[in-house]
């Protein structure tokens, strides 16, 4: 690990050839506070001293039982190493693999690392810490830009509880080349080693851009086609999402999946809505029609919060899943997997072409 923030490229060659992992790398542990994290805990912490002291050593108190539990955690064997268990040898080799073979449609749970079950309790508290932070920060009347700040990075601890979905899912798919699975595999290892992640750094600000900008706009539940809302969202985003909007689009799976994300309603339900709207011929209707038309209640209207968009996202995560363990129609993985998926293709063609230039 070069920083709090980032960690050194690992070729992922040595795990294909079951040699050990670099020992330092895995007692590098999990960074309770990155950088920016601690400048922005420090700073409220400051301003909370003065304006209510117990209630600044109420929250010592929480971040001191943060830290002690993810030194609890630390105290399993890395999952970045060779090491001897009571009935056999594990290596990150033997990890990937049965990442790879053993990845079944139902509740993995039990067949995780308790490494990985525990660290994902941590980072749940983590997100709830920072959430809490941010209410404070609010309620005691802190800068506006300090509480604004919380609450951006209590959402960005939120991509990395999503990122472990993604890496599920993305292992799970057999139609995928096995590198970038056995990729994705050391990506979630990595992921379950130190809770944080290199690529969902550079990915969440995209998906959270586009989030916003989704919650913004107000498309017309009509052709349900969402184009124009698509370009709208597409004009405000980087040259990565608009890549991927212009290469992947035309891919009815992933088209499929952006209407689920644009309209916060299935692909079942669109389809159903769709048909409505046509038999009634009316040609369009708003975000709070929805339920009424459905006859069920849909939370399509979601807020711009952290908790609404995990939400909104393991349902169509869920939905996802379900469809593709049933052959159903519609989209079997969720945007932002295809985006991830997307992104891991741009890299290995990066890394083609920088090793071709260097021949």
Avoid: C
Avoid at 92 to 119: F, R, W
Avoid at 152 to 168: H, N, S
Avoid at 273 to 280: A, N, V
């Amino acid at each position: 690990m070069t920083d709090n923030n980032t960690f050194t490229k690992v070729d992922i060659s040595q795990f294909y050839d079951e040699s050990d992992y670099a020992a330092q790398q895995s007692k590098e542990g999990i960074t309770v506070l990155t950088t920016n994290e601690k400048i922005l805990y420090d700073e409220l912490m400051t301003y909370i001293k003065e304006k209510d002291p117990e209630r600044f050593e109420t929250l010592e108190d929480r971040m001191k039982n943060l830290r002690e539990l993810a030194a609890s955690i630390e105290n399993f064997p890395s999952l970045l190493e060779r090491h001897k268990t009571l009935t056999e040898v594990r290596t990150p080799m033997l990890l990937i693999n049965s990442l790879i073979k053993h990845q079944i449609a139902e509740d993995s749970t039990l067949q995780l690392p308790s490494k990985a079950v525990l660290g994902k309790a941590y980072i749940v508290s983590k997100i709830h810490t920072f959430s809490s932070l941010s209410r404070i920060s609010e309620q005691l009347e802190a800068p506006a830009r300090l509480t604004q700040a919380l609450k951006l990075e209590t959402t960005t601890i939120m991509f990395t509880l999503m990122a472990e979905d993604v890496y599920i899912n993305l292992i799970s798919d057999k139609s995928q080349p096995e590198e970038f699975r056995k990729q994705w595999a050391l990506a979630l290892i990595l992921l379950w080693e130190h809770w944080n992640d290199q690529t969902i750094e550079s990915v969440a600000p995209v998906l959270q851009s586009v989030w916003l900008a989704r919650r913004k706009l107000a498309p017309a539940f009509g052709t349900m086609m969402g184009t124009s809302e698509l370009l709208q969202i597409s004009i405000q985003m980087d040259d990565q999402w608009i890549q991927f909007i212009k290469e992947k689009m035309g891919d009815k799976d992933v088209s499929l999946a952006m209407e689920e994300f644009l309209f916060g309603i299935s692909y079942e339900q669109i389809q159903k809505l769709r048909e409505i709207l046509k038999s009634k011929g009316i040609p369009a209707i708003d975000r709070n029609e929805v339920s009424s038309f459905l006859g069920e209640h849909i939370k399509a209207n979601a807020g711009m919060g952290y908790r609404d968009f995990y939400t909104l996202y393991t349902v169509r995560r869920d939905n996802a899943r379900a469809r593709s363990r049933m052959n159903l129609k519609g989209p079997h993985q969720t945007i932002e997997d295809y985006f991830i998926k997307f992104t891991t293709e741009q890299n290995k063609l990066k890394q083609t072409s920088d090793a071709f230039a260097k021949s």
